[in-house]
């Protein structure tokens, strides 16, 4: 059965503060994406990763910045929590190659006082 | 620029209706669109998905129907049950692009009255 875990599923930060969110696969999957998801406004891809080291921005990245050391692990940084950052963060990961399943974590709900 | 338009925003059915949401696109490179089903509390998941080289694909009581020339597809639910109740979202990649990321719609929320 496949598996996306997320570190979290509800966090709480203070403006300014530096935020980790953390997501594992356990598929063996190449290519694995950080998204945000604000109602009325789906889900937008902020950094995508491709392989091990290997990063591409998204259509939202400002404000963010991703980590992939190892295969199966993704983070992503927020430098410097702002107010507009409150949202919910979805983590998937994917086979290479298009069309293939993105598979989602649960998400993390992100509160940003 | 939104490059993938849902509609509608909310839909209201009844058991046993059909539940239809449609959606349009622009970029014409984009080769690949699933539907992805959310439950609250929950991350998306792939319900059916299509590749512009057919018209139509079903699976149980999901079917999409695809248009090329008008770059529109929709989803439609028959026998709409409770626990079809839950946020949909279409989406569209393109093979060639290099990102492999999806491009969403903006969702919608379905619930399916008893």
């Known amino acids: 059965d496949v598996k996306v875990t997320q570190s979290s599923r509800y966090l709480v930060k203070r403006t300014g503060e530096k935020v980790f969110l953390e997501c594992v696969q356990d598929?063996?999957?190449?290519?694995m994406f950080w998204y945000r998801q604000d109602p009325g406004l789906g889900l937008r891809l902020i950094y995508f990763s491709y392989d091990v080291k290997m990063k591409e921005k998204g259509d939202i990245p400002e404000g963010y910045s991703v980590s992939r050391e190892k295969k199966e692990r993704f983070s992503l940084i927020l430098e410097s929590a702002s107010t507009n950052q409150t949202s919910m963060y979805l983590c998937?990961?994917?086979?290479?190659?298009?069309?293939?399943?993105?598979?989602f974590g649960p998400g993390t709900r992100l509160t940003v006082l | 620029q939104q490059q993938v338009k849902q509609s509608p925003q909310s839909l209201i059915v009844q058991k046993g209706g059909i539940s239809i949401i449609n959606c349009a696109y622009e970029n014409t490179a984009f080769d690949y669109f699933p539907w992805y089903q959310q439950f609250p509390g929950k991350g998306p998941a792939l319900l059916i998905a299509i590749r512009p080289d057919v018209s139509e694909k079903k699976e149980g009581r999901f079917t999409i129907s695809f248009n090329k020339s008008a770059k529109q597809f929709s989803l439609h639910i028959m026998d709409s049950q409770p626990g079809d109740s839950a946020t949909y979202f279409c989406a569209a990649s393109n093979r060639g692009g290099g990102a492999d990321g999806l491009t969403f719609g903006k969702g919608t929320h379905l619930i399916i009255q008893p």
């Open positions: 598929m063996d999957h190449e290519n």
């Open positions: 998937a990961s994917k086979r290479q190659g298009a069309g293939d399943t993105q598979y």
